[in-house]
């Protein structure tokens, strides 16, 4: 089955502690990406990768590090999370960046 | 910067009329996409036009897109309740590499 698969889906941690949401797509795409969704905001993005090894920043890049040293796996990193960053995130992957995107089902984190 | 917003941001309709959503965006667009997202689940797709394309048809979705005003409706006719969700609109710009995401329509639908 096609999909986009994001861990952990909840977590609760405090300030400072280094913590990194894994993602993992099944469907060979080139285009991934990271958004975080706050009420009243929508969806702004975070990072996006055009293919291995290529990573740019999106709209809301600080505080945040990605790598895509695979096609499937885009790993986000909080590297000193802060409470400004509870939130809900999402990983999305599509064939190409023009493209329909499919989501994983989302992680919820919560900085303390 | 966010460039789509869509209008309204929460619209309320009982069940068997249509409901109309808009989307407006700031910049020279490659593609405009249309997605459901249900009570925090991850977003489905629904519908992508084209910049070169006027209007799109999928099931009870009809897509329009004006590139002069800048701006795109999605109708869903016959509303039902499992069509209660929120919408978003993205755009992606011609000459970025970004994804922009609107900041969503709450449709419900009332029994």
């Known amino acids: 089955e096609a999909q986009v698969t994001q861990n952990p889906r909840y977590l609760i941690t405090v300030t400072g502690k280094k913590l990194t949401v894994t993602c993992s797509q099944n469907?060979?795409?080139?285009?991934m990406s990271w958004y975080r969704q706050d009420p009243g905001l929508g969806l702004r993005q975070i990072y996006y990768?055009?293919?291995?090894?290529?990573?740019d920043k999106g709209d809301v890049p600080e505080g945040y590090k990605v790598s895509r040293k695979e096609k499937r796996n885009f790993p986000l990193i909080l590297e000193s999370p802060s409470p400004n960053q509870t939130s809900l995130y999402f990983c999305?992957?599509?064939?190409?960046?023009?493209?329909?995107?499919?989501f994983g089902d989302g992680t919820r984190l919560s900085i303390l | 910067s966010q460039q789509g917003e869509e209008d309204p941001q929460a619209l309320s309709i009982q069940e068997g009329e249509n409901a109309t959503m808009n989307c407006s965006y700031k910049?020279?667009?490659?593609?405009l996409q249309w997605y459901r997202q249900n009570s925090g689940r991850g977003l489905v797709h629904l519908i992508l036009?084209?910049?070169?394309?006027r209007e799109k048809h999928s099931g009870r979705l009809r897509v329009t897109l004006d590139t002069s005003k800048k701006s795109s409706s999605l109708l869903i006719t016959a509303s039902r309740a499992a069509d209660t969700a929120s919408y978003f609109c993205a755009t992606v710009p011609t000459l970025d590499d970004k994804i922009i995401f609107g900041k969503g329509t709450r449709l419900h639908i009332l029994p």
């Open positions: 036009i084209r910049s070169n394309e």
């Open positions: 990768s055009m293919n291995v090894e290529v990573t």
């Open positions: 469907m060979n795409h080139e285009y």
């Open positions: 910049t020279s667009i490659n593609n």
């Open positions: 999305a992957s599509s064939p190409y960046q023009n493209q329909p995107q499919h």
